[in-house]
């Protein structure tokens, strides 16, 4: 094996400031390809121009870790799959330099479908972004990733049959987008709890976790910890086809219900839950599907509806006492 070769540790501010954008915003997205950077980061950028800035800060070749940015590649992956990146010790490095926290160390994984699954998260990340970016009377004003929340993860303990229970949930994402409507504007929040579903678990193990983050809610283990009552679990699948993650995503609404039943809860928390799928990149960051249609359904109803609108935020629910 060829030893890689080694980089001396990073100043700051010996980076141009369009290599400085890149390590930021792989910062905000923890592992993404050069085309998400570019829609996230440049208008009017080349996809060429970036993947090149980005393979010159991982050193030219895959798995340098002590570069900028570490390149590696999709395992069992068919034809040239796009590499993929995440902040290496250099670009770990030079961010604290520049007073920014990163507190996290992405490893690459070897399973083609956490990997799957993490891109996917990003993918819709860069959505948000580009939705808020294009429409100006929405605002994303907090993003925290699972990777960022793992350093901290959000737990509450509490007492049931069996004695003390504590629980650790770490949302794929969670953010919060306000919506400025009317003259003089009236503000509406949404945070959104983003769950990526890549139908790997089963019935029991969807319920399981399902379960798990109502009893964060109810226990009172998500307020402090995201500064608001307030929630919409969102779930997205991803698939290969339409009509798996059509099928798959009306068995979770089923499965939610039959929790909510068993569980004895009321139909305001029906209300918090959204479903959708995950479309191709046209429809999402060419037409923003998810942010504009009605594409959600709720758990017990078969209308779909917009997940930013004034009557969602009258649905929105407080955290249950």
Known sequence: MVKAPQMSRPEGGT????????????GDLGIATAKQITRYTFQGASLPYVRNLMSELAGGEDYHSRAYLVRFGM??????????????????????????????RYRPQKSFSFLRHHLAVSQVLVALNLFARRYPCYQLLE??????????????????????????????????????????????????????????????????????????????????????????????????????????????????????????????????????????????FDRLVPFLDPVWFLPDQDTPVSLFTSLQDKEETDAKS
């Open 75 to 104: 395992p069992n992956a068919p034809g040239n799959f796009e590499r993929l990146y995440t902040l290496g010790r250099g670009g770990r490095d030079y961010l604290r330099g520049l007073g920014r926290d990163i507190p996290w």
């Open 143 to 284: 993003t925290r990733t699972w990777l960022a929340m793992a350093a901290g993860p959000p737990h509450v303990t509490y007492c049931d049959e069996g004695g003390d229970t504590t629980i650790t949930v770490i949302p794929d994402a969670w953010v919060y987008v306000e919506q400025a409507e009317g003259t003089p504007p009236v503000i509406h929040g949404f945070p959104l709890w983003i769950e990526v579903d890549c139908g790997t678990e089963s019935k029991a193990k969807f319920q399981h976790l399902v379960l798990e983050r109502i009893n964060f809610i109810r226990y009172k283990g998500y307020e402090p910890y995201f500064a608001t009552p307030h929630v919409l679990l969102c779930y997205l699948v991803i698939g290969a086809t339409s009509d798996y993650r059509i099928a798959r995503l009306h068995a979770m609404r089923e499965w939610t219900m039959e929790l909510l039943a068993g569980e004895g809860l009321d139909d305001e928390w029906a209300a918090i839950f959204r479903f959708s799928t995950l479309p191709d990149e046209e429809c999402l």
């Open 15 to 26: 980076l141009t400031s369009t290599k400085e954008k890149i390590l930021h915003a792989v």
